[in-house]
């Protein structure tokens, strides 16, 4: 990412580049509580999953509810700047850095000294191979090689939930070049969108069978996830469809259905991502279209003390596995739950004050390039500590 910075110019859409009709009416979506409060549902999923998985069996997809956050939100972006003649390749990777790396720095740092004290030489040579992939955002084709994500080996991977982190990442650095070159070419964002979205679920469910570790952690079976979100952001076109009211608060509840009927039936045994991933993500993509003033959406996604976890989601998602694995490596075992319980109330605190210690001063400071450079180096310098300790066997607690 730091190459793309120092190299890729500002892209300005002019005169000599006219707009394509279909770009002509997006806008960038304004601030929508209720998406940060679906952000809650689908933090505390996972969380509730890792912490007690026989109370909340299918929390896990939780992730495939941020996939279509993140897909929405991006894209809804990516559309919006191309309207507008304010695409700046520079200025989006900024905006991602400023948001993605400060939180991680943090908890790779504080997993690798952790990890220095609490783990026996090969675990500690392990995490420091996690650690670097986390930083380099491959954290997802690391763990594709390695024991599947439902495997009891997966317990005590304090990093192992940094793979979705990678298929983002992985997602924000192809997308928005495949969707400038289309635009410049003047072809159809929306036949892309599909295009791509219908090839990578294809994929997905043809693989499923003879490569499950790979569909569960390929970024190429995992696009068309986001890319749900990025067909909502196109459909919508920056405003929401005149329809009854009736009709909203019943696609709401039908949105909502979905991801609880998720969360209830599938679990570790489910052939997934597979068809039963379009639960979660077909949910999510009703709920956020259903528009704010949905029933749901107002009465529930909105309140207060949702949003708040939604605000805290990024920094909770990051901080809740590296707590509850380490306590499993330290313990021989799954805690007892009133430890699963404090370790999540832990969490929470760690991110309530990495959002507002970390977080908010970092990208209220603005995408200054001093910020965004220091970020990359601190982030690069974590990655080469966890390759160091990987390469050279460095010994953690004898």
């Known amino acids: 990412m730091s190459i793309l910075l120092g190299r890729i110019q500002i892209v300005k859409v002019g005169k000599t580049h006219p707009q394509p009709a279909e770009l002509r009416h997006l806008a960038h979506p304004k601030y929508r509580p209720d998406i940060d ?11 509730g999953y890792h912490a007690f998985p026989n109370l909340i ?4 997809i939780g992730v495939d509810v941020f996939f279509v956050i993140s897909g929405f939100l991006i894209s809804g972006i990516l559309f919006d ?14 905006r991602r850095i400023t948001r993605i790396f400060p939180a991680l720095i943090l908890v790779l740092t504080a997993s690798l000294v952790f990890g220095w004290f609490v783990l026996v030489a090969d675990e500690f ?24 994500y ?10 192992l939930h940094l793979w979705s982190l990678g298929v983002e990442e992985q997602f924000y650095i192809g997308w928005p070049l495949l969707v400038y070159f289309s635009w410049k070419r003047k072809l159809s964002l929306l036949g892309l969108t599909v295009g791509v979205a219908a090839l990578s679920f294809a994929l997905n469910i043809a693989s499923l069978q003879g490569a499950p570790e790979a569909t569960f952690y390929s970024p190429f079976t995992r696009f068309w996830e986001l890319l749900l979100g990025g067909l909502l952001a196109h459909s919508l076109a920056g405003r929401l469809p005149v329809r009854p009211a009736s009709i909203a608060h019943a696609q709401s509840l039908l949105g909502g259905a979905l991801i609880g009927i998720a969360v209830l039936l599938v679990n570790r045994t489910s052939v997934f991502p597979g068809w039963w991933a379009l639960l979660p993500t077909v949910g999510a993509c009703l709920l956020i279209s259903a528009g704010p003033q949905a029933w749901l959406n107002r ?18 998602y990051l901080w809740h596995w590296p707590l509850l694995s380490f306590a499993r490596i330290v313990n021989a075992g799954t ?21 507002r210690l970390v977080e908010r001063p970092i990208r209220s400071g603005g ?13 690069l310098a974590v990655g080469v500590a966890g390759y160091i300790s990987y390469m050279s066997g460095n010994q953690g607690r004898p």
């Open 57 to 60: 069996p299918g929390g896990f």
């Open 299 to 316: 009465v529930l996604l909105s309140r207060r003390g949702m949003v708040w976890f939604g605000l805290i989601s990024y920094p909770l």
């Open 335 to 355: 805690p007892l739950w009133p430890i699963r319980a404090a370790l999540v109330l832990l969490a929470i605190g760690l991110a309530w004050l990495t959002y």
């Open 81 to 94: 700047n191309l309207a507008k003649g304010s695409f700046s390749f520079r200025e989006f990777y900024a």
């Open 125 to 148: 040579r392990q995490l420091g191979k996690h650690v670097a992939a986390g930083a380099g955002f491959i954290s997802n084709l690391v763990f594709w090689q390695e024991a599947g």
């Open 150 to 159: 439902f495997d009891n080996a997966a317990d005590t991977k304090p990093l």
């Open 37 to 47: 409060g679906l952000r809650a549902i689908a933090v505390l999923s996972v969380v």
């Open 367 to 379: 995408r200054r390039r001093g910020t965004v450079i220091t970020l990359c180096a601190l982030t």
